[in-house]
C-alpha cells in the first residue's frame, strides 16, 4: 500500500527563517498529496493539495510541488512566524476516502 | 456551513467498559473515515463508512466497530476498554467524488481510559 515519511522533528526556528519539512511518498499511481496542520488540542486543518505531477499546492505561504521524479512533496515557507507553530503531516490518498499519513512534525517558531 | 462535528470532545472510561464515539459529516459529504491518534503509533485509519456500508477497514481488532446512518452521521464503538485505547480519535468527512476527495476533520474526541 501507499506511505509517507516525513523528515524527522522536532523542528525550532526563529522567526522570519525559512522552512523546508521534507516529505516522500511511495505509491501505485499517482494520488493526490495533501499536507495537513494541526494546533493544539485541535483536530487536522487541510494546508495545501495537489493532485497530479507537477501540481503546486500553496496556501497561507506555505508550498509544496508534487515531484514525481523524487517522489517528494516538500513543504516550505519563506518566512516563519510564531502562529505557525503546529504539527505538520504529509499524507496520501490511499483508496476511497482513506488517507496514509506521515509521522508528523513538531514545528516551533521562536519570537 | 457547519464542518465536522464530533461528540463528546472528552471522555474518561474504565478498563473494561465500553464507549460510543459519534461523528456529523459536513452536509452533503457521504463519506466518513475514523482514526486514532496517539503519541506512539501517529495517526492510524479504524475505518471508512460510505452510503452506509463500511467500504475500508483498518488493521485494529473487532472491540472497534463502527456504523452510519442514512442521514450519514457515524458512530464508533469500542468494547471491552484497555488503557491503549486512551487517543485522540479523528473523524474525517469528504464528497468523495472522482474529483474531489479532500477530507475535512473534526476536532476529534479524547478518550482516556483509567
Known amino acids: 500500500g501507499n506511505s509517507v515519511t516525513q523528515m524527522e522533528g522536532p523542528v525550532t526556528l526563529s522567526e522570519e527563517a525559512f522552512l523546508t519539512i521534507n516529505c516522500t511518498y511511495t505509491a501505485t499511481g499517482y494520488p493526490s498529496l495533501f499536507w495537513y496542520v494541526q494546533y493544539p488540542g485541535e483536530g487536522l486543518q487541510l494546508l495545501l493539495k495537489a493532485t497530479k505531477a507537477d501540481d503546486k499546492g500553496s496556501n497561507k505561504g506555505f508550498e509544496a510541488t508534487y515531484r514525481k521524479e523524487t517522489t517528494s512533496f516538500h513543504l516550505e515557507k519563506g518566512s516563519v512566524q510564531v502562529s505557525d507553530s503546529a504539527v505538520y503531516f504529509c499524507a496520501t490518498e490511499t483508496s476511497g476516502s482513506r488517507l496514509t499519513f506521515g509521522e508528523g512534525t513538531q514545528l516551533t517558531v521562536n519570537p | ?114
Open chain 2, 1 to 114: 456551513k457547519a464542518g465536522v462535528t464530533q461528540t463528546p470532545r472528552y471522555l474518561i472510561k474504565t478498563r473494561g467498559q465500553q464507549v460510543t464515539l459519534s461523528c456529523s459529516p459536513i452536509s452533503g459529504h457521504r463519506s466518513v473515515s475514523w482514526y486514532q491518534q496517539t503519541p506512539g503509533q501517529g495517526l492510524q485509519f479504524l475505518f471508512e463508512y460510505f452510503s452506509e456500508t463500511q467500504r475500508n477497514k483498518g488493521n485494529f481488532p473487532g472491540r472497534f466497530s463502527g456504523r452510519q446512518f442514512s442521514n450519514s452521521r457515524s458512530e464508533m464503538n469500542v468494547s471491552t476498554l484497555e488503557l491503549g485505547d486512551s487517543a485522540l480519535y479523528l473523524c474525517a468527512s469528504s464528497l468523495d467524488t472522482a474529483k474531489n476527495t479532500e477530507a475535512f476533520f473534526g476536532q476529534g474526541t479524547r478518550l482516556t481510559v483509567v
